[in-house]
């Protein structure tokens, strides 16, 4: 039966999510049951897509992601796929009216990958955050809304914020392997070479904007969504200021990581933050 199959499918997007993101798989834990199939879903999506333009060297690329389009069409119109990923998400597209043109602009920023080295302005820059980033945060809070536009609406910059943040946080944090495996470079007029102290504290300030801005639709959002997203929220908060206190030159040589147990210390003190009312 079909449900079984989708069953199957649901599994294969948090399996996903779970091998690839631990922290991103402890703040869907904290969201309500009848969140986290859609939040894996998104996940699985996204994830498969950006493995493609990331990671698949010895294939060609353009081909692979081109086919994952072509078959999300078919599933987004025929409402099944026989690619488990692309299954599990056609059912979150149906089940929360997702638009389509959020998944537009994501897959846009991914082909950007298969091209682009280098971000010479910050609208280029913008547009590839709105797409590989912004969106992504959208697609949750249609989640999160269960139908509500008045409520996606107000909450529509906030949830465009914090997916900016993420992902200029993992770009900081992936600065180095950017630039030496895929000679990519997000940051505007960024030149590695130079990168010191005062090219760490530009990019960090704007991300702590972002971060603040975004701290305002967390605690706006339905009760049973705040719990998760505010852990994730407080997982990247923690990675930004790890990055903070590194010397710009370490950044330039290592992966900056939260170690597991200052990730439990957190998702124990956004539980303890919940249920005492401080959300």
Known sequence: MKNFFDSVS???????????????????????SKYQKHIYNIYGFVRFADEIVD????????NLLKRFETDLAHGLENKISLNPILNSFQYTVHQNNIQQDLIDAFLKSMKMDLYKQKYSTKEEYQEYIYGSANVVGLMCLN???????????????????????????????????????LDRTYFPNLNLTEFDEKSKASIIADIEKDFDHALEGIF??????????????????????????TPSNKI?????????????????????????NLL
């Open 143 to 181: 989640v999160f809304v269960e139908g509500d536009l008045d409520k996606f609406e107000r909450l529509k910059p906030q949830a465009m914020a914090l997916g900016s943040a993420f992902q200029k946080v993992n770009f900081l944090r992936d600065l180095n392997a950017d630039f030496e495996f």
């Open 252 to 276: 330039q040589s290592a992966r900056i990581r939260v170690p597991n147990y200052q990730k439990m210390s957190l998702l124990a003190r956004s539980y303890i933050k919940f249920h005492l």
């Open 10 to 32: 649901y599994e294969c997007s948090k399996l996903v999510t779970q091998r690839y993101s631990t922290s991103f798989t402890l703040g869907t834990r904290m969201l309500a």
């Open 220 to 245: 706006m959002l339905p009760e049973n969504a705040r719990l998760g997203v505010y852990t994730a929220y407080e997982y990247y908060r923690k990675l930004l200021v790890k990055l903070k206190k």
């Open 55 to 62: 990671s698949f060297h010895n294939f060609d690329k353009k």
